[in-house]
């Protein structure tokens, strides 16, 4: 099965969209500059050298893996933030959700000897599933050249179509393979895996996924850039990564939209304030003018 890409110089959501849409993956070819990705591996390069091995089945004994990027390199953002990016992660998630959240930011090595990675859809670590509607997305950043030999990311493709199968044939597998640059989009539903490295050098890369905001991240963002750390990151990039409110009233402090966090007065006492749906502000509107029937009004989440 060939792999099949889209190339930068002519980027287009609405093409990106209809390929991970019947695909459930797409790579796009040229997605930032080679140089940008060389400045992140670089800022990168001490972390991969003193973090441990992985533990465990899933992760690989021969791999290394971190996360909490967006504080360790100023050239992060970029990636983060790509329009291009951003812009078909929105197309799959926000008809779902009122904003969307980083899910997960992870470096990954995997050295020669690795094994292959049990297939799994990502977005199975919640217990939560209905048909038609997506909960994450995935953007794989490599710092090497993948190649079939040395463990690029396999994808069976139009698995995201195919959410009853476990396990799939190896042969309906491609490898993503790719160049510093290019970047691999895919479907929390695409049934996927870390090659085998059969090579003698390792592969790095890194992974930004996006999720409902509704959803608990893989990561939890406050622990990962607490409000002295986030304070010095930008302000869009932090709302991405978890301080901003979703509406009705989910993940707040103190009964306030976290981006409160990265002010100046953030010690400061304050009232609660609701972050609700205009239609939700319209149903208490509705009923205290008694202007619907018992049991049709449904209130916020609340333990008022």
Same mark, same amino acid.
């Given at each position: ?48 050298? @003193? *973090?441990? +091995?992985?533990? /465990? ?6 791999? =290394? $893996? ?7 390199s100023r050239h992060i953002g970029r990636f983060a933030l ?97 160049i510093p640059g290019d970047a691999l989009v895919f479907l929390? @539903? *695409?049934? +996927?895996?870390? /090659? ?6 390792? =592969? $790095? ?100």
């Amino acid at each position: 099965m060939t792999i099949i890409a889209i190339d930068r110089l002519a980027p287009d959501t609405h093409s990106c969209c209809t390929q991970l849409d019947a695909h459930g993956y797409c790579i796009i070819r040229g997605a930032v500059p080679p140089l940008l990705v060389e400045r992140l591996a670089n800022d990168l390069a001490s972390d991969f050298q @003193s *973090t441990p +091995h992985s533990t /465990g089945p899933f992760y690989g004994e021969k791999t =290394r $893996r971190f996360h909490g990027l967006l504080r360790r390199s100023r050239h992060i953002g970029r990636f983060a933030l790509d329009p291009l990016v951003v812009a078909i992660v929105e197309t799959f998630l926000k008809p779902w959700c009122d904003t969307i959240q980083i899910n997960l930011t992870q470096a990954i090595e995997i050295e020669p000897g690795g094994l292959p990675q049990p297939p799994h859809r990502d977005q199975e670590m919640w217990p939560v599933r209905s048909a038609g509607v997506e909960y994450m997305i995935n953007v794989m950043w490599p710092f090497t050249s993948y190649r079939a030999e040395n463990g690029a990311t396999l994808i069976w493709p139009g698995s995201h179509r195919r959410q009853d199968e476990i396990v799939m044939p190896l042969e309906e597998a491609v490898a993503a393979e790719m160049i510093p640059g290019d970047a691999l989009v895919f479907l929390g @539903s *695409t049934l +996927h895996a870390g /090659g085998a490295n059969r090579s003698l050098d390792a =592969r $790095r890369g890194m992974i930004i996924s996006y999720s409902l905001g509704w959803l608990k991240p893989y990561e939890l963002p406050w622990l990962a850039y607490p409000p002295e750390i986030a304070r010095s990151l930008p302000r869009s990039l932090m709302s991405l990564a978890g301080y901003q409110a979703h509406r009705p009233n989910l993940g707040t402090y103190e009964g306030r939209c976290p981006s409160l966090l990265l002010s100046d007065n953030a010690d400061a006492a304050q009232g609660a304030i609701d972050i609700l749906h205009p239609e939700q502000e319209q149903l208490i509107a509705d009923y205290r003018a008694g202007r619907l029937s018992p049991n049709t009004a449904s209130q916020p989440g609340d333990d008022g």
